[in-house]
Nanobody, 119 residues
Framework: VQLVESGGGLVQPGGSLRLSCVAS????????MSWYRQALGKERELVAS????????NYTDSVKGRFAIWRDDVERTVYLHMSSLKPQDTAVYYC?????????????WGQGTQVTVSP
């Protein structure tokens, strides 16, 4: 299984970025897909998730109204569009796949992509 993120980089406050995560080696439609982030010296936190069947989305409060997550099951890709970026959004962003069909279902992580918000 591989999850390959891309799209990170340096952006000014108020700017936008779009992250992508392409999955291979798994049945993509069986997995809830999420984006997490980890800032330097802090714990990894959930940013947003999109369910496998319903495509229902969930966001942490600090990004509501600024970030959007969606998935393309044909392209086996999950996206995170980030707008109105703030310096506190600076972190390594990780893609996560979770099989929620069963208790303690498989979980896979990508390698992460750095997002830096700075003037």
């Amino acid at each position: 299984v591989q999850l390959v993120e891309s799209g990170g980089g340096l952006v000014q406050p108020g700017g936008s970025l779009r992250l992508s995560c392409v999955a291979s080696g798994l049945t993509f439609t069986d997995y809830q897909m999420s984006w997490y982030r980890q800032a330097l010296g802090k714990e990894r936190e959930l940013v947003a998730s999109v369910d496998d069947f319903t495509h229902r989305t969930n966001y942490t409060d600090s990004v509501k109204g600024r970030f959007a997550i969606w998935r393309d099951d044909v392209e086996r890709t999950v996206y995170l569009h980030m707008s109105s970026l703030k310096p506190q959004d600076t972190a390594v962003y990780y893609c996560r796949a979770h099989d929620t069909r069963v208790i303690r279902g498989a979980v896979y992580w990508g390698q992460g992509t750095q997002v830096t918000v700075s003037p």
